[in-house]
């Protein structure tokens, strides 16, 4: 069977990001005032920030949902019904993850540099998965054996990249988090907790 940790690993940073964290930030989101004055540059970034992370939420999902087909494709035997429609689910998985990818944009990127990182990489690792499960359904193979050995270059190079989606995931909920506690009037108390709380547990899971 193919290596489970990329998306065990995945499920952890998503779970980080969409679930409420319980622990704040000293201070987070209820200062009286800004600690400093607020400019419309301060807000668009913050937007862009939001932007990077409610993207790289669905990523993270739909990543986690194709590993999973794969997985179940690379423990079906070849040349089945049951094989060749969970091959097809992963290709369709794999192209959605290239339109999520192209979501992001360049101002996102430059808002918080190590989305561009992340984003580019994963680019090319979703060609590399798309090259393999093309080939698979053009070319299939005769054993299980011979579906993982095709399938173990695309799911090296996505474990080798997983810790750019987490550093990434850091990076936006650190940024979030003291944007929040420095500007109040940008976020309720509540979800400036949230990022606080978000960021110590990714900080942790390093």
């Given amino acids: 069977m193919l290596d489970p940790r990329p998306w065990r690993t995945l499920a952890v940073v998503g779970m980080a990001l969409i679930v409420p964290a319980v622990t ?10 800004s600690s400093s004055q607020l400019t419309p540059a301060d807000v668009q970034r913050y937007v862009l920030v939001k932007e ?3 993207n790289l939420t669905r990523l993270i999902g739909l990543i986690g949902a194709a590993d999973n087909t794969v997985q179940l494709y690379s423990a079906q035997p070849p ?25 992001f944009t360049q101002a996102q990127g430059l808002a918080v540099p190590e989305v561009t990182a ?3 990489r994963h680019k090319n690792i979703a060609t590399t998965w798309q090259n393999a499960l093309d080939s698979l359904a053009e070319h299939p193979p005769h054993t299980i054996k011979q579906v993982r050995r095709r399938l173990a270059t ?5 474990l080798q990249a997983r810790h750019l989606l987490q550093a990434t995931a850091l990076a936006l909920a650190r940024v979030t ?15 400036t907790a949230t990022a606080c709380g978000t960021a110590k547990q990714l900080a942790a899971a390093q």
């Fill in 177 to 191: 988090c003291s944007m929040g506690v420095a500007h109040p009037e940008l976020a309720t108390s509540a979800d």
């Fill in 24 to 33: 704040a930030c000293a201070g987070g989101g209820s200062a009286a005032s």
């Fill in 79 to 103: 040349r089945t019904t049951a094989a060749r429609n969970l091959l097809y689910g992963s290709r369709l998985g794999w192209n959605a993850i290239v339109t999520q990818l192209n979501a």
């Fill in 118 to 120: 992340a984003v580019s």
């Fill in 52 to 54: 990077s992370t409610a």
């Fill in 154 to 158: 695309p799911q090296r190079q996505e």
